[in-house]
Structure formats: C-alpha cells, structure tokens
C-alpha cells in the first residue's frame, strides 16, 4: 500500500492527451513538492518532472506537471510509443521524514 | 558525467546481511549539495525509498526498515554503503543507488544507478 495513490494503469492512442493523477495527504505533496519519474521496460527510472512543473534539460515539453492541494498529476500530451512505461510520483513526508512514492501507473500506448 | 555503479551479491542467505555498495564517479560525495540514497523495486512492484544519507553521516531512514538498516558514507573512496540485517523473500528487490538535493525538501532524484537485483534465498 504506497502513501501516494495513483492509478494502477492508462491507455491513450498516439496523439491524444492522457494524464495520470497522484494523490496523497497534507503531509507529503500538501505541504512539499511533487517530482514525477518515467521508467522505461527494463531500465532505471529518469527524472521527468520536478518541483511539480519543472523540466529538467532534455525533457520534452509534451510532458507537464500540476500540482493542486494535496494531489498532483502529469499530463502528456501528442502520445507516442516511446512513452509507453511506468510513470511514478514522489514527494517528500514530513511526518514520516522520508520520501513517498506512488504505486507507479502502466501507461500504454495503443 | 555523474556515474553511480553498485556492487555486492546477487544472493543473500534468509536471516542474514545485506550489504552494497555505490561508487560515484563524476562528483564528489563530499559536495554540500546532495544526499545519496538508496531506493528498491522488488520484482513486478513498485519503488521503494530505503534511506539517504549526507557526507557527514547524517541519516533518513525509512521507518519500515529502521532497527534493519544502516547506511555509511566513505568519503576518501567516493562511494556509500547499505546494510540490512535479517532479511527475509520479502527483501528480494533490485537496489538502485540515486541521488537527491539538499536540503531533503526542495531536492528531487536527479539521477539513478541502473540498479543490482538482489535475491533471499537459502
């Protein structure tokens, strides 16, 4: 059972918008940042978002990131094949001092 | 360009120690800006925070592990260490090594290791 509770899985077809939502408490992305992570089928997970929006250098802008209370999401957008992977949150807890991630949503493409 | 490689067995007994260790290349460990950590994905699952550690010493342990757990820091060879005692099946996982920003509230993972698999099992 994570703290952040995403959606086990999501589909879209190339070229639509899907997004992906996160939701947790006033402990972790309530109070802290969210920060977003794509794990490509047998490889380490890559920073896609962080700070709730930010891009780091390299990362398409396809790729965005809200944040709204105590609940997050990414959404991306002119789906492609490639983005098919495992998309997971993670925040900051500040009762648990320690980090929190979400359970991780399969996105497939189509 | 930041490298973290990990090392250590691949098989570990149930009951007994866990122990890896990261080597970073293309930073200093002793740099004011960063925690390291460690983080599992246990087969199929999930990704797990097991614990960061500063270039002091200084520790966030996840509680779940904490009694199990420590984690050491070996500045004259770049690289920081994981210890987990009595593990059982439930410890089989792959063990990445990141690293994140100080301090703990405004970092974020900024780069990974690709990660050992580790098995319990007699």
């Known amino acids: 059972q994570s703290v952040l509770t995403q959606p086990p899985s999501a589909s879209g077809t190339p070229g639509q918008t899907v997004t992906i939502s996160c939701s947790g408490s006033i402990s972790n992305i309530g109070n802290n940042f969210v920060h977003w992570h794509q794990q490509l089928p047998g490889t380490a997970p890559k920073l896609l978002i962080y700070?709730?929006?930010q891009w780091p250098s390299g990362v398409p802008d396809r790729f965005s990131g809200s944040k709204s209370g105590t609940s997050a999401s990414l959404a991306i957008s002119g789906l492609r094949s490639e983005d098919e992977a495992d998309y997971y949150c993670a925040a900051w807890d500040d009762t648990l001092r320690g980090w929190v991630f979400g359970g991780g949503t399969k996105l497939t493409v189509l | 360009q930041l490298q973290l490689q990990e090392s250590g067995p691949g098989l570990v007994k149930p009951s007994e120690t866990l122990s890896l260790t990261c080597a970073v290349s293309g930073d200093s460990i002793s740099s004011s800006s960063n925690y390291w950590v460690w983080i599992r994905q246990p087969p199929g699952k999930g990704l797990e925070w097991i614990g960061s550690?500063?270039?002091?010493?200084?520790?966030y342990y996840n509680p779940s592990l904490k009694g199990r757990l420590s984690m050491s820091v070996d500045t004259s060879k770049n690289q920081f260490s994981l210890r987990l005692s009595s593990v059982t099946a439930a410890d089989t996982a792959v063990y990445s090594c990141a690293r994140h920003g100080y301090p703990v509230r405004v970092g974020f993972f900024d780069f990974w290791g690709q990660g050992i698999l580790v098995t319990v099992s007699s």
């Open positions: 700070r709730n929006h």
């Open positions: 550690i500063y270039h002091t010493g200084s520790t």
